[in-house]
């Protein structure tokens, strides 16, 4: 089945049922206590199969949208995914309007319901879990949003590809890991990772972390920045996904002056929601440390003034950093 709407986007049918040694791996996953304290990750049950989130599921549309841009700033970094208006409402209003126009009943998720994404994708061919545990296109690299549509009904050619790996014996995710949460056995240890850190990680962050974290101020893209998979990323599809350019005005020390009614009228329907004022900007004092605390040093010490543990401990932190 081919769709004009889908011109320059990835899809592929599958059924309703993850690979198995994917599903073993990820139960394992969650009893190491990789998953840090994202306790949404243990709804394992609905994980099984399609059918525990859809009662008619028959076959699962695995459907993936570039977001690769070269929108930069010299102060700070955030994930590039992060530089548009939340995908999560973007992505499905487009595919509600897709189900709508072919009368399709279907179930849609982006990224938030009890599914093993990655294995879904993968199952259908068109690529493949790399070492630093994205899921890779062959060709057109990870800067993908991946998504699901649930169906009702079985269409020909469904795909069930194995659980192939082609990274073969390079290891430059795993070497140039910031933090070193890749691991060789193709697992991440979430509690490292600066994307946890920064976006659902809530509260004091470790201290031998903070200086590993650099610039970073939500998520981070290191590796998939070393990736040769990534060598030539497929651009973001502007029908699917709408630039933040609200966001583009902002320097780090405009960030840290933020009041939190400002946070929350700034944030609001971005994917920076989600980690909440505070969080933000202790990723916002971190990153003043690691850069030019001498420069940030007023702003700081009126945050070791404030009677939030988390800004106290941080900005405290940061000032020691200082020269002067």
């Known amino acids: 089945m081919k769709f004009r709407e889908f011109k320059d986007i990835l899809y592929s049918f599958t059924d309703i049922y993850p690979l198995k040694e994917h599903y073993d791996f990820y139960v394992k996953w969650l009893e190491k206590g990789f998953h840090g304290k994202m306790k949404y990750m243990e709804r394992r049950k609905k994980r099984k199969s399609l059918e525990n989130l859809f009662p008619e599921a028959k076959s699962c549309l695995s459907i993936g949208i570039p977001y690769y841009n070269e929108f930069e700033f010299k102060e700070y970094r955030i994930s590039k995914y992060a530089f548009f208006i939340d995908y999560h409402l973007t ?3 487009k595919l509600k309007e897709f189900l709508k126009k072919y009368n399709i009943q279907g179930k849609i998720y982006i990224d938030t319901g009890a599914i093993l994404e990655r294995s879904f994708a993968q199952k259908t061919g068109i690529g493949f879990t790399g070492k630093n545990t994205n899921f890779i296109f062959f060709k057109r690299g990870s800067y993908f949003f991946l998504a699901e549509i ?3 009904f079985e269409p020909r050619g469904l795909k069930n590809e194995g659980n192939k790996n082609f990274c073969g014996k390079c290891r430059k995710c795993i070497d140039k890991c910031p933090t070193g949460a890749i691991r060789e056995d193709f697992t991440l240890d ?9 976006i659902e990680y809530k509260g004091i962050i470790p201290e031998d972390l903070r200086e590993k974290m650099g610039n970073w101020i939500f998520g981070c893209d290191v590796c998939q920045e070393v990736c040769p998979w990534n060598k030539n990323p497929q651009r973001y599809e502007p029908e699917f996904l709408k630039p933040n350019y609200e966001i583009f005005n902002f320097s780090l020390e405009d960030f840290l002056k933020l009041k939190e009614n400002e946070f929350k009228k700034v944030s609001k329907k971005t994917p920076f929601e989600r980690t909440g004022y505070i969080n933000f900007i202790r990723n916002c004092i971190i990153c003043a440390g690691n850069t030019d605390p ?17 800004l106290k401990i941080h900005s405290k932190w940061a000032l020691k950093r200082s020269s002067r």
Do not use: G, H, M, Q
């Open 294 to 310: 001498d420069k940030y040093k007023k702003i700081l010490k009126e945050f070791e003034n404030s009677e939030n543990k988390v």
């Open 150 to 152: 649930i169906l009702p």
């Open 91 to 93: 992505i499905k209003e």
């Open 190 to 198: 979430a509690r490292k990772c600066i994307s946890y850190l920064t």
